[in-house]
């Protein structure tokens, strides 16, 4: 198992390589940098992407020379030396090769930068962010959890029952409705849209947050993250809960279950003494790369309508402005959390089922 894990570490290597070549090249293509986002700032427009729609951006001024106008959109009328500045303080006077290795080579000593437009570092933010995205996919995998794999096993005692057709098209339902939808649905019922104003409309804590003692820090946590977890785990419940029942039936129909059944054990006993071991490892070690997939991607829109500040809304920010240092600092650190979970989800694996042995497979 060791020369396993030394495998895949070592794997990691050239993958984290290769996600930021590919990044980084297409970045090199994309209009609207950080140059063209100060450039339409100065104009008065507020964004380089009215200038690209627009197509008149400082029509009425002279060009400045010095090949500036074609290289950078609304750049006319701007010195050549301001430019040049701007190119000097982001890094864009050197080649794209020089500007690669450097940062690689920074990365390497886990140093990220620092944001273009914040005026702080991007390990800080991320750290700043942290705390609402955690919130998110930890509470919504584990409640995720808590309700699929006890509702998985009694749809699959009951299979072919009322009890699980009704639920199976409860749960497809759920899978089906957007959650950007269900959360406005949410907003207007409970948050004071038109109808009841039970839970607060934005925001991790309130502003008394402080002053509050534990408890009530503690209540008014839960009472802030109530519809934002809602409406993130609502589409969950359906591909774990049919995982677990599916499980559960194919260990069900096997020979040693018939076997604990003439040997006169309780149902109860052949399920969760037998079964359950067998039909849980896929489900059960599956849980990190659930939790990183919820913590990554699944919570943008939701903090957006929730007005909650997390990595999800960083991400999406730091694309449109195109803060490079955030994009890349974060796309490095993900890339690398995801790989790591890959690893620790095999090692999962091997903890609930110690049959299991990566190396004689791949041998």
Do not use: C
Not at 32 to 61: H, R
Not at 283 to 296: E, H, K, M, Q, T
């Amino acid at each position: 198992m060791g020369a396993y894990i030394l495998r895949r570490l070592l794997l990691v290597i050239p993958t984290l390589l290769g996600i930021m070549i590919v990044n980084f090249t297409l970045v090199q293509f994309v209009p609207g940098g950080p140059i063209e986002q100060i450039i339409a700032q100065i104009d008065g427009q507020g964004d380089v992407f009215a200038g690209f729609a627009g197509g008149d951006a400082g029509a009425g001024a002279e060009p400045a020379g010095g090949g500036f106008d074609d290289k950078y959109v609304g750049a006319r009328g701007l010195p050549p030396e301001f430019i040049a500045e701007l190119e000097k303080e982001f890094g864009f006077d050197k080649p794209p090769l020089e500007r690669f290795l450097g940062m690689l080579g920074n990365y390497l000593t886990l140093d990220f930068g620092e944001s273009y437009f914040r005026s702080i570092s991007v390990i800080d933010l991320v750290l700043e962010k942290m705390p609402v995205s955690i919130s998110l996919g930890l509470w919504s995998t584990l409640i995720a959890y808590l309700v699929s794999i006890p509702l998985g096993i009694r749809k699959a005692i009951k299979d072919g029952s009322s009890f699980d057709t009704w639920t199976s098209g409860a749960i497809i339902v759920a899978y089906a409705i957007p959650g950007f939808l269900f959360a406005i649905l949410l907003l207007v019922l409970f948050a004071g849209g038109s109808y009841w104003q039970i839970f607060p409309l934005r925001g991790l804590t309130s502003d008394n947050w402080d002053s509050l003692s534990l408890v009530g820090k503690i209540l008014d946590y839960f009472w802030h993250i109530a519809l934002p977890i809602i409406a993130l785990t609502i589409s969950a419940f359906a591909t774990l809960t049919l995982l677990t029942k599916n499980s559960f039936l194919d260990e069900i129909k096997k020979q040693y279950v018939m076997t604990a059944r003439a040997k006169g054990l309780s149902e109860r006993k052949v399920l969760y003494g037998h079964v359950f071991r067998n039909a849980m490892l896929i489900v059960i070690a599956g849980f990190p790369a659930v939790f990183i997939g919820v913590f990554f991607g699944g919570s943008i829109i939701i903090e957006t309508i929730f007005s909650l500040d997390g990595l999800g809304r960083l991400g999406f920010e730091a694309a449109v402005a195109r803060d490079y240092p955030v994009i890349f600092g974060t796309l490095f650190i993900f890339g690398l959390m995801g790989l790591v979970v890959g690893i620790i989800s095999d090692l999962m694996y091997v903890l609930v089922d110690p049959r299991i042995d990566f190396e004689k497979r791949e041998g």
